[in-house]
Every structure is written in structure tokens, then in C-alpha cells.
């Protein structure tokens, strides 16, 4: 019986959402109509899109703590601001640099990637891992260790009980 009352209830929805496809407006044509190939064609569909101006006014200010703002509305209170039109079609997030090709240099030279420019030494003792850290640290992760099975076996108590 569920069945009868759901398909039925298909072929209802079905039926409303036709309905505008089939009905005829004022000029004699349907309501709704599916586009053509033709209407999808993208130089059809570029020059029925809207002229949105690109430029847009920006208004920047600063505020009594030295913050910069940025809106879409000047500054309610008489704060001195700027008037920015930036145009919506720029790019604005540069582009990452490209890496500029090196000439092959001998095996005998040294390439500049081969000295250690980029290596800057520890600033504090608490940068620099010594044998004492080290054991404290496997110290600490078999206590950790330790710390997680007492609770698996925890939980398979408490699950074994149920």
C-alpha cells in the first residue's frame, strides 16, 4: 500500500513540474521552455549577460590607532580618507616568481647550492638536541605508551562487560 501512495505521489510532482512546460502565456507560446543549441552558443549568451561596470570605488582610511580600512563606504565619522577605483577585470595576486635557468657549470667549480648560506645556528640552548634531551624525550614517549595501553585495556574491560 506505501508503494501505491508513493508513486502516486511521483506522478503527482511530476505533473506540477510539467505543467509550466505545456501551459500557454498571453502570446500563445508555453510558460517555460527548454533553450536551443542556438541560445546556448557563447557569443549568445556573452551578449546577453549584463554590463556590470568593472570599476569599483574603494574608500581607505586610517583610524586613531593606526589601522588601516578598507570599504565600500566612506567613513561615517570626519575621518580623512582616500577615494581608490580599482578595476574589477585586474589581477591583483601576483604570480609566483619563475626560477631562472643556470648555466652547467663544471664538476671541478662548486655551485653556489653546495655551501650551507642557508644554515643559521641554534639562537638558545633549548634549540639544540642533546644526548640528555633525547633520552628524556624516549623517556617520555614510553611512558606515553604505557599511559595509552592501561586505557585500551580499560576499554576492553568495560566493553567486555557489557
Same mark, same amino acid.
Given at each position: 500500500?506505501?508503494?501505491?501512495?508513493?508513486?502516486?505521489? @511521483?506522478?503527482? !510532482?511530476?505533473?506540477? !513540474?510539467?505543467? %509550466?512546460?505545456?501551459?500557454?502565456? *498571453? #502570446?500563445?507560446?508555453?510558460?517555460?521552455? @527548454?533553450?536551443?543549441?542556438?541560445?546556448?552558443?557563447?557569443?549568445?549568451? &556573452?551578449?546577453?549577460?549584463?554590463?556590470?561596470?568593472?570599476?569599483?570605488?574603494?574608500?581607505?582610511?586610517?583610524?586613531? #590607532?593606526? &589601522?588601516?580600512?578598507?570599504?565600500?563606504? %566612506?567613513?561615517?565619522?570626519?575621518?580623512?580618507?582616500?577615494?581608490?577605483?580599482?578595476?574589477?577585470?585586474?589581477?591583483?595576486?601576483?604570480?609566483?616568481?619563475?626560477?631562472?635557468?643556470?648555466?652547467?657549470?663544471?664538476?671541478?667549480? !662548486?655551485?653556489?647550492?653546495?655551501? *650551507?648560506?642557508?644554515?643559521?645556528?641554534?639562537?638558545?640552548?633549548?634549540?639544540?638536541?642533546? !644526548?640528555?634531551?633525547?633520552?628524556?624525550?624516549?623517556?617520555? &614517549?614510553?611512558?606515553?605508551?604505557?599511559?595509552?595501553?592501561?586505557?585500551?585495556? #580499560?576499554?576492553?574491560?568495560?566493553?567486555? #562487560?557489557?
Amino acid at each position: 500500500m506505501k508503494w501505491i501512495y508513493r508513486i502516486f505521489t @511521483l506522478v503527482l !510532482l511530476g505533473g506540477a !513540474l510539467a505543467v %509550466p512546460f505545456f501551459m500557454k502565456n *498571453k #502570446q500563445g507560446d508555453p510558460m517555460m521552455s @527548454l533553450p536551443t543549441l542556438n541560445e546556448l552558443s557563447p557569443g549568445n549568451i &556573452a551578449s546577453k549577460a549584463p554590463s556590470i561596470s568593472s570599476d569599483r570605488t574603494v574608500f581607505k582610511w586610517k583610524d586613531k #590607532q593606526g &589601522a588601516w580600512h578598507y570599504g565600500d563606504q %566612506p567613513p561615517s565619522n570626519s575621518t580623512q580618507f582616500s577615494t581608490i577605483i580599482v578595476n574589477d577585470q585586474t589581477n591583483i595576486i601576483q604570480p609566483p616568481p619563475v626560477p631562472q635557468d643556470e648555466p652547467e657549470s663544471s664538476p671541478t667549480m !662548486l655551485s653556489s647550492k653546495d655551501s *650551507k648560506a642557508g644554515y643559521a645556528p641554534p639562537k638558545n640552548k633549548d634549540d639544540v638536541l642533546t !644526548l640528555e634531551r633525547a633520552l628524556n624525550i624516549v623517556d617520555d &614517549a614510553h611512558a606515553v605508551r604505557e599511559m595509552m595501553e592501561q586505557r585500551n585495556n #580499560q576499554l576492553d574491560a568495560l566493553s567486555s #562487560q557489557k
